[in-house]
């Protein structure tokens, strides 16, 4: 129990950690008194080391704690939702594709919610309200992100089944609980897995109980499936972040990632997280593109003649050396995943090897839905077991490897090492237990700014020199 309690809240850890500190501060300063000062004096300055040096490794990415808490703790993790044959799901998607389609063409309709509510919500749903300009500019970016693929399709219905779950028990507390919405490849086990679709949704919450049986309930009601795709349960222990929030003094946490640029070049406009800047920002260009009005997590800033950007006022690190950015598609990305390096491209950036692991559809942070397409991006890690027992190697890798994004990384632009193509833009971290970061996907944020600025933008520019050019 102390174990889970431990891992669910890690400042619990860092609170014994202190008070251990600092009790034996207070027993090596009583030994100098009545013992011997020397042998006193190296123990409490070992100890403020020891102590000094954590924190520190803490702040850079390191995380100490986590060989010892993952050796003893364990995932729950539940297959709730098997997968239909390939034949189903492929109908499934078809019937969502041919639904978005009819809804992208007719210029009223995606101005409202599209949902697929499953049986037995529809009577206590109501999405037929209209949706603010950004909001609707990120529905339709979204939509026509998840038309490439049928995964992505079916993926998406289930999440409108959790968006559906959670206001119809929009009274109970527990629908506050962190919810993370993953795709994952499924690697083929035997060849009786061969005719389904080669994917699966991951849903990681820290309440896997209270969506469990709402989820196969509206499976089971409907034949032969709703969902179209296997949906596994996985217990989360931590806990989904910002990576950075803007500070009243006016000193900033975040980075401006990028640039946009108007089609005539006269206009550009600086790219970084809505959550960084203070809402009473003078040169956002767009003050209600916050994150409590769009699902999507991004704001842009005046560059000419606005304070953020010039040398008076300068809150974020800008040039004006700019690089026109090739953007990553979704065929690019899928190839890239767990095999491709791919890199923070800012100087104010710590420069951490990283991996795509899986698509991202949907999380939460303090309570609010971002519902945007992502990857979630982990530190590389080196393979030290071609020198040293694999035991011992498995806590190096631990120990030795910082986490990809740290604190003050939200709205630095991600791009692949070697054909530097613009993956995203970092927007926040899933912390403690199994630290990784969420970056919004650069196409789908290239189509939601076209829409929402009415095609007034159109070219992105990293405002640096590429550092490993």
Partial sequence: MLLAITVKKISLLKFIIGVFLGFSLI??????????????????????????????????????????????????????????TLIISQEIANKRAEAIR???????????????????????????????KLAYASQKARLKWQLKEDYLLLAER????????????????????????????????SNDEINILPWKVIIETTNPSYYRDKLIEIENKTSPSWFGIRVDLVKSTGKTKFLGKCKLS???????????ASNDNQQQYGVTCAHVISQKCASAINPT????????????????????L????????????????????????????????????????????????????S???NGKDYRFP??????????????IPPVIANLLQRLLTRDFAVEGDSGCWVFESSSQLWIGMIFGGYVNYSPATYVALAEPIMEYVKIAYENEIQTPFYPFKFLNS
Wanted: glycine share 4%; with cysteine; charged share 20%.
């Fill in 27 to 84: 027993v090596s300063m009583i030994y100098i008194l009545l013992q011997d000062f020397f042998l006193g004096l190296i123990i409490l300055l070992g100890l403020i080391s020891i102590c000094f040096s954590y924190f520190l490794l803490e702040r850079k990415g390191y995380r100490l704690h986590l060989p010892f808490i993952m050796y003893f703790t364990k995932n729950f993790h539940e297959e709730i939702i098997k997968s239909p």
């Fill in 102 to 132: 009819n809804i992208i063409n007719n210029q009223y309709a995606i101005r409202k919610e599209f949902l697929e509510i499953p049986p037995d919500y529809k009577e206590f749903l109501d999405n037929s309200f209209e949706m603010s």
């Fill in 158 to 189: 289930v999440n409108d089944a959790l968006i559906t779950i959670n206001r119809k028990y929009s009274s109970n507390k527990e629908t506050n609980e962190e919810c993370l919405v993953k795709i994952v490849k499924i690697e083929e086990e």
């Fill in 250 to 260: 006016g000193r900033k946490e975040g980075l401006l990632g990028g640039v946009f």
């Fill in 289 to 308: 593109n916050t994150p409590q009005d769009t699902p999507i997590d991004i704001a842009l800033l005046g560059v000419q003649g606005y304070p953020c």
């Fill in 310 to 361: 010039n040398n008076e006022y300068k809150c974020f690190n800008y040039s004006n050396h700019l690089s026109q950015c090739d953007v990553a598609s979704e065929n690019e990305i899928k190839s890239f995943m767990h095999n491709h390096s791919i890199y923070k491209q800012h100087p104010k950036a710590n420069q951490v090897e990283g991996v795509i692991r899986h698509y991202l559809t």
């Fill in 363 to 365: 999380t939460r942070v």
């Fill in 374 to 387: 992502c990857v979630e991006v982990v530190t590389r890690v080196r393979n030290y077991t071609n020198y």
